[in-house]
């Protein structure tokens, strides 16, 4: 296990304040400074006896602690006057002393501030005083921001009522300030045993800037006490970019400094350590309950390691994604009712539950807390506490309040919710009830529901009676909204007439009323019923076969009756009619496929007929309905419609044509269709009426059009019915329905490339480029068809659409982009930054202005015998290359291409890119002349001129090696950022400077001199 300390740390500011009306008063061994009118004289001395805690590799490596002092002045109102540097008064006995450590800063002052924020190592490069002139303290410091490369030191003085000058202010503070640290500390202790040893140890997922001054916004004041419970002070949103940890340099066991975040469960921070086992742990910073803790500046976190560490992984980034080694319970699953640390047990009844939302109510919830006694029998904990709240801090699906009752004796929890009533609209809420006790926790997902029906819910009609052994299938759905908890679900099937079809191979259990008396009403229809098991949402399917002839009422069958019922749902009742003739509709064109191929619950030894259509909105589709009539003795003949036939189809996803735009013209229409209203659907969904135009026929084309790309579902068409509640008597024929499956094609294929210069990358594969801006890449991928399983062409176009492609490193390459490539349809998205968009026009020859070099070739495929010979499509001009250039210096991470989706169902295709970092040798020498190789494993900056940010990483892989990775956190300039490059040995400070990055690049040796 992992015992996690924290404790506050400070640095100490001595100031000693001097007020002046004359010269005379600031004469020394200093010599003498002159004092405008108006201003104040202060000078203060330093002392910082604990520096040394500071002065850590991954801040403060060059050990100087305090470098420089800026003090913000500001009026009584708090408006903003001017910005004052402290300047070092040297020790008039060792003049070599360091301010920060021993001695004295001095500074001139307007006489009428009376508020000073002091600020140490704050870079002021990007700071534009002139603006800032009259801004509010609360607006000016609570935005001032800092990178994580340096330590920043702040405290504010305000003068009280009646005090005059900031002189008296100070006196007050009896001259002496607590600074306060905008960072916090991370150390990991090594064991006194044999546990584990550590040898290294980093940061990941913390923030890259931070706020330089703590701002209460709630308050609206700076005041700021030590404790891990006190507010955060975090930059804008836009700021607050994360760092990742990686084995560089800094991957060692100094201490590490952190800039304040929440750190959520959601978001954590991790500590990644290294083993001298070899093995990669992750930690995180949680307080002695798992809760995280939220990372406060100025407080230390320190990790001591008391146990044995679980969770070992043999690589740095399997350890990033895995399981933490100091919070196991991450990694129990929240359908497992019962955790216990082995003295400690907590158990909760039910994980989930579900409960009927169509009125306000209140629930109870149990759990139990059990302690195990000296026996080893678990038993009450009278003792514990044990805390229910709603994760998230709020719900829909009740209330927020939540009573727990805890009873000591029997060790029982009663937790009572009052539940909210579901919207009109609402079928579904839920909400998730932490229960805790110490570090123990379970989780009970509350759902209240609408109840569920089965629709659309469809059987076969018009089944010839006359012979029994007739096929029947019946298909229901389960909403895809259905709570997947509740899954699989228990299915009631009751029957007239039918068994199950046993070629299928589906074999359903039956319960009777003397099995099963719960699972049948007083006055139920049925002696048994079939119990069908739903693993999955959406369409389900039964088989059966007529086992009797159905009787007659009259000259008339009676219709068949079946039921579905199941818990949370609506029983449905469906009726299945019988016919005196054998007529039956069927569907031309339609590829056949024995259902054991299939699996998902398709029939064995039966065929399924699926047609294929392409993945986009408005594909056509042409089905050729034909009306047939199958013959006793084996065989069929085509039937002619009646003057009166109507037909039926349902269908969720397809549409029908205005007359003008039917393919090859209004002349080629051979039916009417008509929408129904919905209040007339019933329980098949959404339906069609059409009937022939020309009747006396056998066989018809209806054309159709698909309303959304992904439009796989089930068709049905059937023969119109009698609708006595509206007034409808059907006077046609009866035919025995169809069912088959609309099947999409797979979605279309970029088939993409990456170039640069000589490299290729093939799409979902990885790369890695230099950091050189301006490189010439070019996007290569394909708008083009290709050949189905039906030995169909499919393609993408019909309807406009866009590409997109996000690459936030590159920019457009105006210079190459020429005629083919116009901004019209090749341009940066206005709305998501870091997005191109390539359009797609809608008709196809529209397209063709790139190359033929497409991956795919759309021929026949001589190998499938379903429509043969259609030959080869014309892909002239689909193979897009589009011109960009990378525009950032850290040009890693993804590209992505996708399509629109709600028009086109295109395979997302990536590319991970990585910068191949920048090598070299660096010596340092004391002297300028005799130069030295830095050792393998020695500590260097490289940080902007000027102290900060630390744009890069160097680790000195061998003497005299390094290699360079930059950080994408931070801005900085290819050609104009200047660099400076220090490297420290006790107290000598090597300094080297380069004049850009670029420079860096081209002539890669580093000399470093002594810091004078």
């Not at 508020?115 to 303290?137: C, P, R, W």
């Not at 139920?524 to 039964?542: I, L, S």
């Not at 590159?810 to 191109?836: H, M, T």
Request: aromatic letters at 10%.
């Amino acid at each position: 296990m992992i015992k996690r300390i924290i404790w506050k740390f400070a640095v100490c500011l001595l100031v000693i304040v001097t007020a002046a009306c004359s010269r005379d008063e600031l004469e020394g061994g200093t010599g003498e400074q002159q004092v405008p009118e108006g201003y104040l004289a202060i000078q203060f001395g330093t002392n910082v006896p604990d520096m040394q805690q500071v002065s850590t590799r991954s801040v403060d490596s060059d050990g100087r602690g305090i470098q420089d002092m800026v003090l913000y002045c500001f009026s009584a109102s708090g408006s903003f006057i001017t910005t004052v540097e402290a300047k070092i008064v040297t020790d008039p006995i060792d003049p070599n002393v360091n301010a920060s450590l021993s001695g004295s800063f001095s500074a001139i002052v307007p006489d009428y501030t009376k508020i000073i924020h002091f600020v140490a190592n704050q870079n002021l490069t990007d700071f534009n005083e002139s603006e800032m002139g009259g801004k509010h303290e609360s607006d000016l410091m609570a935005t001032l921001i800092a990178s994580s490369g340096r330590m920043i030191y702040w405290q504010r003085v305000a003068c009280e009522e009646g005090e005059d000058n900031m002189a008296v202010a100070l006196e007050r503070e009896g001259k002496k300030i607590v600074m306060v640290r905008n960072q916090a500390r991370v150390t990991v202790k090594n064991p006194q045993n044999s546990y584990v040893n550590i040898d290294a140890f980093t940061t990941h997922n913390t923030h890259a800037f931070g706020t330089v001054a703590p701002y209460n916004s709630e308050t609206h004041d700076f005041e700021w006490t030590p404790g891990v419970k006190g507010y955060l002070s975090l930059p804008a949103n836009d700021e607050q970019i994360h760092l990742e940890g990686t084995e560089d340099g800094s991957f060692n066991l100094d201490e590490k400094y952190i800039l304040e975040c929440e750190n959520e469960l959601s978001d954590p921070v991790s500590v990644i350590l290294h083993g001298e086992n070899g093995k990669y742990y992750r930690v995180l910073l949680l307080d002695e309950e798992s809760e995280p803790l939220p990372i406060r500046r100025n407080h230390s976190y320190n990790i001591e390691i008391v146990g044995p560490l679980s969770y070992g992984y043999d690589s740095f980034a399997e350890a990033l994604d895995g399981t933490p080694t100091n919070n196991v319970w991450i990694s129990v699953p929240d359908d497992i009712n019962e955790v216990s640390d082995g003295t400690h047990r907590l158990i909760v009844d039910e994980t989930f539950v579900v409960y009927l939302g169509t009125t306000t109510r209140s629930v109870d919830l149990t759990y139990r807390y059990e302690v195990k006694n000296g026996d080893g029998e678990y038993g009450p904990e009278t003792t514990g506490q044990v805390l229910a709240t709603w994760v998230g801090g709020g719900t829909t699906v009740a209330t927020s309040e939540i009573k727990n009752v805890y009873d000591n004796n029997t060790g029982i929890g009663t937790l009572t919710i009052t539940l909210n009533q579901l919207g009109q609209n609402e079928t579904k809420r839920e909400g998730i009830i932490q229960v805790k006790a110490g570090k123990l926790r379970r989780t009970i997902k509350v759902i209240t529901v609408r109840e569920f029906k089965f629709e659309p819910t469809w059987t076969s009609a018009q089944i010839y009676g006359n012979v029994e052994g007739q096929p029947v299938t019946l298909m229901f759905t389960i909403p895809e909204d259905f709570p997947e908890e509740l899954l699989p679900l228990r299915v009631k099937i009751g029957a007239d007439w039918l068994n199950i079809r046993q070629s299928t191979g589906q074999q359903l259990a039956t319960i009777t009323s003397i099995s099963n008396p719960d699972e049948f009403s007083e006055n139920d229809p049925w002696k048994f019923k079939f119990v069908y098991e739903a693993t999955h949402t959406g369409v389900q399917r039964v088989y059966f076969n007529t086992v009797l002839k159905p009787e007659k009422e009259g000259d008339a069958y009676k219709n068949g009756t079946l039921t579905i019922e199941a818990e949370h749902f609506i029983t449905l009742e469906k009726v299945f009619p019988f016919s005196d003739y054998n007529y039956y509709i069927s569907v031309g064109g339609l590829i056949g496929v024995n259902g054991s191929n299939l699996g998902d619950e398709m029939p064995d030894g039966e065929t399924v007929y699926y047609c294929l259509v392409p993945q986009k909105v408005s594909a056509p589709v042409t089905f050729d309905v034909q009306l047939r009539e199958e013959k006793e003795g084996g065989g069929n003949d085509l039937v002619v419609s009646s003057e009166n036939d109507v037909f039926l189809l349902y269908s969720q996803y397809l549409t029908r044509y205005d007359d003008e735009d039917i393919p090859g013209g209004a002349g080629n229409k051979e039916c009417h269709f008509e929408p129904i209203d919905e209040g007339t659907w019933g329980t098949g969904g959404r339906v069609f009426s059409f009937t022939p135009v020309q009747k006396g026929k056998s066989d018809y084309k209806i054309y159709l059009k698909t309303d959304r790309p992904n439009s796989a579902e089930v068709i049905r068409i059937a023969s119109s019915e009698s609708n006595p509640e509206a007034g409808y008597e059907y006077k046609g024929n009866h035919y025995r329905s169809i069912t088959f499956e609309l099947a999409n094609n797979d979605p279309f294929k970029f088939s993409g490339k990456l170039k640069n210069g000589n490299l290729t990358i093939n799409a979902n594969e990885s790369g890695e480029w230099s950091y050189e801006v301006g490189q010439e890449v070019d996007l290569e991928f394909d708008i083009t068809s290709f050949r189905g399983t039906d030995n169909k062409s499919a393609d993408p176009f019909g309807t406009e659409f866009k590409v997109y492609i996000d690459a936030p490193m590159l920019e457009i390459d105006d210079n190459r982009r020429g005629s083919a490539y116009p901004e019209e349809i090749f341009k940066e998205d206005p709305n998501v930054e870091g997005r191109f968009i390539y359009v797609v026009k809608a008709k196809r020859d529209e397209n063709r202005n790139g190359t033929d070099d497409v991956a795919i070739k759309d021929v026949d495929n001589g190998n499938v015998q379903v429509n043969p010979g259609m030959g080869p499509a014309d892909q002239t001009g689909e193979h897009k290359v589009l011109p960009f250039k990378t525009k950032s210096i850290v040009s890693a991470g993804e590209i992505t291409i996708s399509a629109d989706e709600n028009v086109v169902i295109f395979s997302d295709e990536s590319f991970t890119i990585a910068n191949t970092p920048i090598t070299g040798t660096i010596e340092f020498s004391e002297d300028g002349k005799s130069y030295s190789p830095v050792p393998k494993d020695g500590f260097v900056t490289f940080e902007v001129e000027g102290g900060s940010p630390r744009i890069g990483s160097m680790t000195i892989t061998e003497d005299g090696k390094y290699t360079l990775r930059l950080r994408k956190e931070y801005r900085y300039d290819w050609e104009r950022t200047k660099i400076w490059v220090h490297y420290r040995v006790d107290d000598k400070i090597y300094h080297a400077d380069v004049n850009s990055l670029k420079e860096l690049f081209e002539n890669s040796t580093i000399k470093m001199n002594l810091e004078q």
